[in-house]
């Protein structure tokens, strides 16, 4: 018995002398899978400038957001109201620019929405069809449904 308390206590100091190294080189892992994850952050970023409106460097660090500076989040989609005025073509241009395309309102309650943060006309991504007379349509192809008008 004596002698099966001496052989444990020896493998029991081995391996706890080897924890420091083993947390050592865990530790050397750790920060060189983050910096090439950083690394490789940073090539995205410059393969795809729209990411840096989303994640804009602030102090060293990415701060990563929903939706670009300068837009309105509300449930699952950002919003844009733009101060200047232009025609629907010119409107839904510059969204298209932007990797985004003029609202298409689901429900009463982002049409209240969108009312209340606009203090002047606006445009919506609904024109009429020039294929079906007296149908419209939003700008993803779907008809406009009567009953939600």
């Known amino acids: 018995m004596p002698s099966d308390v001496v052989r444990y206590k020896g493998l ?3 391996d706890y002398t080897g924890l420091p190294e083993e947390s050592k080189k865990q530790r050397a892992t750790y920060n060189k899978l983050t910096e090439q994850l950083q690394r490789d952050f940073d090539a995205v970023v410059v393969k795809f400038p729209l990411l840096d409106q989303y994640c804009p460097l602030r102090s060293q660090k990415r701060v990563c ?8 989040q509300r449930n699952s989609k950002c919003y844009y109201i733009s101060p200047e005025i232009k025609s629907w073509q010119d409107s839904r241009r510059v969204c298209l620019k932007q ?6 309102i689901e429900s009463e309650d982002e ?4 009312t209340n943060h606009t203090s002047e006309d606006y445009w919506i991504g609904l024109s009429a069809s020039e294929k079906m007379k007296g149908t419209w349509l939003w700008v993803d192809g779907t008809p406009l449904q009567k009953d939600k008008a």
């Open 99 to 104: 990797g985004a395309d003029l609202v298409i």
């Open 111 to 114: 049409q209240d929405f969108i």
């Open 12 to 14: 029991l100091q081995r």
């Open 65 to 72: 957001r929903p939706c670009p500076e300068g837009w309105e």
